[in-house]
Every structure is written in structure tokens, then in C-alpha cells.
């Protein structure tokens, strides 16, 4: 699924994946936040966290504290990914942005195998989103997402996976 002509969300993963560098820089040229994405979704959470730590205010803004759990997701830090995004989600109930929160939510349960949870979290973001009549890119975000968890789940013996 294409997210734009420098990226795109990879259909297995499901996260974002940088194919063109600097068709990416120049697309992204005045988002504060550009060097902490293209350390995130070229596979460098770590560095994302501290280039995050770095510019973190008091009170971090919601983009920057969604990214933070991205980094931790990627790193395997699932529990403090999950309970991140689930403070957003309260924190984002009722607002256009509730959808982008669950989602990523669901992104972390995929992640670390719980499929059946991150299929909870693709179908209220879709069933939110087609209400909210999304902008046609999200909704289908949310439909790939949802197949994928669906068709994970309808494999033979495969089901949750437990983070022991």
C-alpha cells in the first residue's frame, strides 16, 4: 500500500518502510519530526527514541509520545507500547485522532503476535473511520489491516502468540 511516492506501508508488516530517501526528505522537508522518521522507519528505533528524548518538552505533544511507543514497538518493548497507546486512546476518545491511536495500538499487538487483539483494534479504527468518512487512503489503511490480522488468524494453528 502506497502512502506516497517516497513510502509505503509494507503489506505484511504493516509499518511504514522509506523507499526513496531523498524524495522522503523532500517530502517531509518541514516536518520537525524528519530525522526521527527516517530513523524509525528505516529500522533504527533506538536512535528514533533518542532524537525524541532530545527534543522532548515537558508536556510532549501526542505526535511525539505516539512515535515514542513506535520506537519502544520496534525495539520489542510491547508492554510500555501498549500501555502508551492506550493512554492515547483515551487521551484521543471521541476526536478525529482516536482512529490514528487504536490503530497504531493494533500495530503493536500485530507486532508481538496478538493477532486476535490487533484484529479488535483494525476493526473499530475502520468502523471509525468509514463513520468519520475518512479520507479514502486511511479507510483503506484500515482494510489491508484488517485482512492481514483476518488472514493471520485463519491460519491452521496459529492464533495469539504469548510474549513470555
Known sequence: MSGATSWH???KTLLPVIDDLEAFR???????VLDV???LWSGRPRQAEDLLGAMEAPAPSLRLRALLADAWRDQGRYDEAIAAYRDLVAATAGTPREAVMRQHLGKVHF???EYGRALECFEETLELRVREKADADLIASSQLAVGRATEILKRPSIGDVSRS
Do not use: S, T
Open 26 to 32: 523532500r517530502e517531509f522537508k518541514d516536518d520537525p
Open 37 to 39: 522518521l527516517i530513523q
Open 111 to 113: 507486532v508481538c503476535g
Open 9 to 11: 506501508i509494507d503489506e
